[in-house]
């Protein structure tokens, strides 16, 4: 088949990643006035090469790491009997249709203990709930979003700085990193990838403010609506296209709680194909036509079967696939659509959480997210009507976007933490933007924690909530 044919032609050997590293091992230790060796296996496996470009900047950091951070002196080595030279192992194998790349160092590994004392300081757990923690547990903080402050990075002599990047780069391409370490015998970083990503044509589209995605196949035709064309079927709107008769619904209509409406003259409507049946949808705008990796949603986030999976756009911005099977079956009526879906419990008193976001479907994820493990939530749709909403009922902890009119998130952060009364209030910021500069940007105006809308992928809302709530 022609789209395996395009994956083979995609699949390229580790030597590419691994090449650089024997010099750079070699340069970087004599700098720091160290010995280390290092061991390379398994750069014949072979790997997509968007999964490839996608490790370069984790692998690089976390050789930097173990080397500037992980590695003692010869003369600590020495004295703690153990070989004059350290070994950095880098190896490669193939599990499946995963790629598992270790990156191990024979250095003097994490301290759990120093890493509970820099979680109590910062505020990130309290103590109690640090000694209730298990050592693994406790190390894997080092990838929480925003725990390398200056402040950890001076107490940890830099141990697990950008971690948070490393993760969130891997997760872009629906990856994973663990780690493990014995204090004073090292540590080993196992990155987990998918060998080849689920890459297709996509179509991104314009609904209101949200740009979607529909997976190109799965689109019939476009057209722009005629007089002549509209008709009704069982009292439901519908259009000729064609000698068929289609049944007729707005994206606004599935996704955002508007009225069902018959469809306007010159109005841009889609026939999207799905469960072997056809449907016309009306979108505001097709925007381009582009082949992307396609990443599963896991999760939480599969719960929604109007959602097929995610896609990372050049900005680092997560751009959601629609399942166009769901779609058609809605319009159908043989779904229910995305409003009567999501549950909203009730009973006694729970943790009430401010979600702010001016795009109604990352808010109404959000909320599905968060009142989908328990808790109340309350809605704004900018940091001003955040404001407001906190003047006449009270709220736990607030989830804000960065990026919004008027009032935008980091300027809400700082009004709540100068606010005499809501200063205490923890506040989660979500954004698109994951660079490093960013995410100091929040810390900076005061933010408790930093996810980015790639990592709802993975839960990490629902982690940093649970964490500051807790």
Not at 48 to 58: H, I, N, S
Not at 156 to 163: A, I, N
Not at 236 to 242: E, H, I, S, T
Request: net charge negative; proline share 4%; hydrophobic share 45%.
């Amino acid at each position: 088949m022609l789209a395996e044919e395009v994956s083979a032609l995609r699949m390229v050997p580790l030597s590419l990643l691994f090449e650089p590293y024997p010099r750079m091992v070699r340069e970087l230790s004599k700098e720091l006035g160290k010995d280390v060796d290092v061991v390379i296996e398994g750069e014949n496996e072979r790997i997509d090469r968007t999964v490839l470009e996608a490790l370069k900047e984790p692998l690089l950091h976390l050789v930097r790491n173990a080397i500037d951070h992980g590695f003692e002196t010869r003369a600590a080595r020495v004295a703690a009997r153990k070989s004059p030279r350290g070994v950095l192992l880098l190896t490669a194998r193939t599990e499946g249709d995963h790629l598992v790349l270790r990156v191990s160092d024979d250095g003097a590994g994490l301290a759990p203990a120093q890493l509970r004392e820099v979680a109590v300081r910062r505020g990130e757990l309290d103590e109690a709930a640090a000694r209730q923690l298990s050592d693994a547990q406790v190390i894997d903080l080092i990838f929480a979003s925003g725990f390398t402050s200056r402040e950890a990075v001076t107490d940890l002599s830099g141990r697990g700085v950008g971690l948070d990047v490393v993760r969130t780069k891997l997760v872009s391409v629906g990856g994973e990193v663990t780690v493990d370490s014995t204090q004073g015998e090292g540590a080993t970083f196992e990155v987990r990838v998918p060998i080849s990503l689920a890459v297709a044509p996509v179509l991104f589209i314009k609904a209101g403010d949200e740009t979607l995605c529909l997976q190109a196949a799965n689109v019939v035709s476009a057209l722009l609506v005629e007089s002549g064309q509209y008709t009704e079927v069982a009292s439901k709107p519908a259009l000729r296209v064609g000698d068929e008769v289609l049944p007729f619904s707005t994206l606004g209509a599935l996704l955002f709680g508007a009225g069902e409406r018959p469809p306007a003259t010159g109005e841009l409507v889609l026939v999207l194909r799905g469960r072997g049946h056809q449907a016309a949808l009306a979108v505001d705008r097709v925007l381009e036509e582009r082949v992307q990796a396609i990443l599963p949603l896991k999760g939480l986030l599969t719960r929604y079967t109007y959602l097929s999976g995610a896609t990372v756009l050049t900005d680092g911005g997560l751009a959601l696939v629609l399942s166009a099977a769901h779609l058609v079956a809605t319009v159908h009526g043989r779904e229910l659509k995305l409003g009567a879906t999501l549950a909203r419990p009730t009973g006694e008193r729970r943790q009430r959480v401010l979600v702010v976001d001016d795009s109604p479907l990352t808010r109404e994820l959000l909320v599905s997210l968060l009142e989908a493990v328990g808790y109340q939530i309350a809605q704004a749709t900018d940091g001003a009507d955040a404001l407001r909403v906190l003047e006449r009922e009270p709220v736990d902890l607030v989830v804000t976007d960065l990026e919004m009119p008027d009032v935008d998130g980091l300027e809400l952060t700082r009004r709540l933490k100068a606010h005499p009364s809501l200063k205490a209030l923890p506040v989660v910021i979500v954004t698109t933007r994951g660079s490093e500069a960013d995410r100091r940007r929040g810390m900076e105006a005061g933010a408790d924690g930093y996810v980015t809308k790639g990592d709802l992928v993975r839960q990490d809302l629902v982690d940093v909530v649970g964490r500051l709530l807790s």
